[in-house]
């Protein structure tokens, strides 16, 4: 079982209060989750953290700590965020349930993770955009916010309920492997520039492109052979535009 949900990692953000981090150590092991990674935690390794996790010090141990979310997502193909309210509706989102069973279907092939906040502000836009898939657990609309070690709990049991249910290997195995998020960021950034190159994007005025794009080329989840073909088109059209600018206006236009 632990097997099987080994390559899914939980990404905790920012965490405010180390006894929490300790609380998610538990709750990822009592489920057979082992792989925790954090991003800029204010206080780790601490005592709180260590006296919540009562007896899961194992994980906190082998716990990855990151200075980026780029690092922490090194190597990540597939991302969910978790969010107490779903501000951002323009994002695509799961079904919790759903998205526990696609983790353990795809983490057979390659590495996924789910990303929770902080205590205080839950995930930034920026983050939010780095996501394939957002999930929100269904509670009381009045109060919605659980606590962060809550949340990690419960996405945990539907991942164990997933993996518990896939153990007959009865999915569709994913025939492709998307790259991974770092290639992803590459690209993005690739983008951009031939977007200012060619003054499709007007700096002064970016609007919400660069966001809809992103939702578009995450949506599309493109493989290595895609993502070079994407990268070779907007290499020409840099070259492209490059020589255009260049060119000297033509006689005519000096009539
Ligand atoms: N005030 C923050 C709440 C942060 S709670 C906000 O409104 O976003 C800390 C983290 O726990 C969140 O970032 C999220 O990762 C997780 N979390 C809390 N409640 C959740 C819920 N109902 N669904 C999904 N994740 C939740």
Redesign the pocket.
């Known amino acids: 079982m632990t097997q099987q949900l080994k390559n899914i990692r939980i990404i905790l ?1 920012n965490t405010t209060h180390p006894g929490n981090i300790g609380s998610v150590a538990r709750a990822m092991k009592v489920m057979g989750l082992d792989q925790l990674h954090l991003v800029t935690p204010l206080k780790f390794p601490d005592a709180q953290a260590t006296a919540m996790a009562s007896g899961a010090d194992d994980l906190l141990h082998d716990a990855i700590v990151h200075d980026s979310l780029d690092s922490a997502l090194e190597g990540v193909s597939l991302v969910f ?5 779903l501000r951002t509706l323009s994002m695509p989102q799961m079904d ?1 349930r759903a998205a526990a069973e696609r983790a353990v279907v795809e983490s057979q092939q390659h590495e996924v993770a789910i ?9 930034v836009n920026e983050e939010m955009q780095r996501c394939h898939y957002l ?5 009381n609309p009045d109060y ?5 070690s ?3 709990q ?2 945990s049991y539907e991942l164990r309920v997933a993996a518990l249910g896939e153990s007959g290997i009865t999915s569709e195995p994913v025939d492709y492997s998307p790259v991974d998020s770092s290639q992803m960021e590459r690209f993005f950034e690739h983008l951009e520039q031939s977007l200012l190159d060619t003054r499709f994007l007007n700096p002064a005025q970016p609007k919400m492109l660069m966001a809809r794009l992103r939702r578009l080329y995450l949506r599309a989840r493109p493989d290595q052979n895609e993502i070079n073909i994407l990268r070779g088109i907007l290499a020409a059209s840099q070259r492209a535009c490059e020589a255009d600018f260049d060119k000297p206006e033509s006689p005519a236009d000096d009539a």
């Open positions: 953000i965020g978790t969010s107490a309210r919790v990303l929770f906040g902080r205590e205080r502000h839950g995930l999930l929100n657990i269904p509670t919605s916010s659980l606590n962060l809550q949340a990690v419960v996405l």
